[in-house]
C-alpha cells in the first residue's frame, strides 16, 4: 500500500475513498451505551489528507479518508471535513422523518432537502485569537404525499426535534480533551479534561490491523468526486487563501439530498466558499440491511468532527512552523432520545516540541473548529427549516 517512498496517502493506498471494515479486525468497537454510539479515530496523512476508522453501533465499521481543496493546498482526491458533516446532518434528519412517516402510517411518494451551513473564521493564529464560529443552517424541505399537510408539518416538526445532529448544533456542549506526547500523558490545559485517558494510540492497534470486509454487501462508488474546483489565484477564497494567518470570512457548504428508496439516501455537497469541489455521498441506515449498504447518517456527521478538528490542528502546526511528525486523535460521539453527549476526544502527537506547545496547538484546534464552535457557541445555530416554501 506503500510507494517506493514508504509514504502512505490516498494515492498510495489505491482504495475506494471508503469501504467496509471487517469487525474483528479492528479493537474498541463494542459499546453497552443505550443510544447511538461512534468510535472516530482520524491520523493525519501528508499534506491535509486524512484516514479515519468509524465504528457506528449500529451500523458496523468503515474506513473514510478527507482531504482539502485548493485553499489550504489539498490534493482534492476526497471530500472536505465539513462535506461530512452536513452529510451527516441531511442523512440524520431524513432519518427521524422516514421513521416518523412510518410509524404515523404516512407515505411518501418522494423528498428532497436542501442544505446550506455557513461558518465563521476571524483572527490572528499568530496572536492566538483566531476563533471559528457557526451561523444558524438553512434547509428546504420538500416532501411530495397524500396526507394531509398539517400532519406533514406536524411530521417534519417533530423528527427535526428527534434529530441527534440538530440536538448536535442546538445544546450548548461541555467537550472533553486528553493528549498523549511522544507516547507519554500530558495533562491538558486550555480545554476542559477528560475522565479518560485510556484510549489506546490508533497508529498502534487499529491502523496496523484493518482490513477490507470484501465478503460484505455494500455500494460501489459510496463517495466519489462529481466535479472538480476550479483553481483560481489571488481571489477570494482560492489557492492557498485559508492558510493566511489573519482570517475574517464565512465559509459556506451546500447540500442537496434525495431520497431513494427503504433506507437509502444520497446527497451532492459543494464547497461554496472557500471555492471547493462537488461530492457525491450515499447512505443507508442498518433498519434496512443487516450488513449496511453504506455508513449512516450519524456516521458521517460524527466524522466529520473529527476531520474538522484534524484539520485545524493541521493548519496551526502549518501556519506556526511546528515540529509535528504525526498526528492521530480517537473521538467518541454519543447519541440517544434526540440528544447529543459532549465529544470526548483523545489527541496523540509525535513532536520535537514541549509539551507547554503542544497543548496550546490542542486548545487553537478546538478554538478554531467550526464544528467545535457550533457545539459550544451560546447563540443558536441549530437549523431553520422550510416545508414545501413555508417557514416551520
Given at each position: 500500500?506503500?510507494?517506493?517512498?514508504?509514504?502512505?496517502?490516498?494515492?498510495?493506498?489505491?482504495?475506494?475513498?471508503?469501504?467496509?471494515?471487517?469487525?474483528?479486525?479492528?479493537?474498541?468497537?463494542?459499546?453497552?451505551?443505550?443510544?447511538?454510539?461512534?468510535?472516530?479515530?482520524?491520523?493525519?496523512?501528508?499534506?491535509?489528507?486524512k484516514e479515519a476508522i468509524v465504528t457506528s453501533s449500529?451500523?458496523?465499521?468503515?474506513?473514510?479518508?478527507?482531504?482539502?481543496?485548493?485553499?489550504?493546498?489539498?490534493?482534492?482526491?476526497?471530500?472536505?471535513p465539513l462535506a461530512f458533516f452536513t452529510t451527516g446532518l441531511q442523512f440524520c434528519l431524513m432519518t427521524q422523518i422516514l421513521e416518523k412517516a412510518k410509524e404515523q402510517g404516512i407515505t411518501l411518494k418522494s423528498f428532497n432537502l436542501e442544505l446550506d451551513n455557513y461558518y465563521t473564521m476571524k483572527g490572528s493564529f499568530i496572536k492566538g485569537d483566531a476563533i471559528g464560529g457557526a451561523k444558524p443552517a438553512e434547509a428546504l424541505i420538500d416532501i411530495e404525499s397524500d396526507a394531509d399537510p398539517g400532519a406533514i408539518r406536524n411530521l417534519v416538526e417533530t423528527a427535526t426535534k428527534a434529530c441527534p445532529g440538530q440536538a448536535m448544533m442546538r445544546d450548548i456542549l461541555n467537550n472533553v480533551f486528553s493528549l498523549h506526547v511522544n507516547g507519554e500523558v500530558v495533562q491538558v490545559e486550555g480545554v476542559t479534561a477528560s475522565g479518560n485517558v485510556d484510549d489506546p494510540d490508533p497508529e498502534a492497534v487499529n491502523f496496523k490491523t484493518f482490513a477490507a470486509d470484501n465478503d460484505a454487501a455494500y455500494l460501489d462508488d459510496i463517495i466519489t468526486k462529481t466535479k472538480a474546483a476550479e483553481k483560481k489565484h489571488d481571489v477570494e477564497g482560492g489557492v492557498s487563501s485559508s492558510l493566511k494567518p489573519v482570517q475574517d470570512r464565512t465559509l459556506h457548504v451546500h447540500g442537496k439530498a434525495e431520497w431513494l428508496e427503504g433506507s437509502l439516501k444520497k446527497t451532492d455537497i459543494q464547497l461554496r466558499s472557500p471555492i471547493g469541489s462537488w461530492f457525491r455521498l450515499f447512505s443507508a441506515e442498518p433498519v434496512d440491511q443487516e450488513a449496511n449498504q453504506a455508513p449512516t447518517g450519524l456516521a458521517y456527521l460524527s466524522a466529520g468532527v473529527g476531520f474538522c478538528y484534524m484539520t485545524q490542528l493541521s493548519r496551526y502546526t502549518h501556519i506556526a512552523k511546528l515540529d509535528v511528525n504525526s498526528i492521530r486523535i480517537v473521538q467518541h460521539t454519543r447519541f440517544s432520545d434526540g440528544r447529543a453527549e459532549p465529544v470526548d476526544t483523545h489527541v496523540f502527537i509525535d513532536a520535537n516540541e514541549s509539551a507547554e506547545t503542544i497543548n496550546n496547538l490542542v486548545r487553537m484546534g478546538e478554538q478554531t473548529c467550526f464544528l467545535h464552535a457550533a457545539m459550544r457557541d451560546a447563540y443558536p445555530s441549530q437549523i431553520q427549516t422550510k416545508l414545501n416554501g413555508q417557514p416551520l
Open positions: 500500500m506503500n510507494d517506493a517512498s514508504g509514504v502512505y496517502s490516498i494515492e498510495t493506498a489505491n482504495k475506494p475513498l471508503v469501504f467496509r471494515v471487517k469487525e474483528d479486525s479492528v479493537q474498541g468497537g463494542a459499546s453497552n451505551h443505550t443510544g447511538m454510539i461512534h468510535r472516530v479515530e482520524v491520523r493525519s496523512l501528508p499534506g491535509m489528507q449500529p451500523g458496523g465499521t468503515w474506513r473514510i479518508v478527507c482531504d482539502e481543496g485548493p485553499y489550504l493546498n489539498g490534493t482534492d482526491l476526497a471530500p472536505f
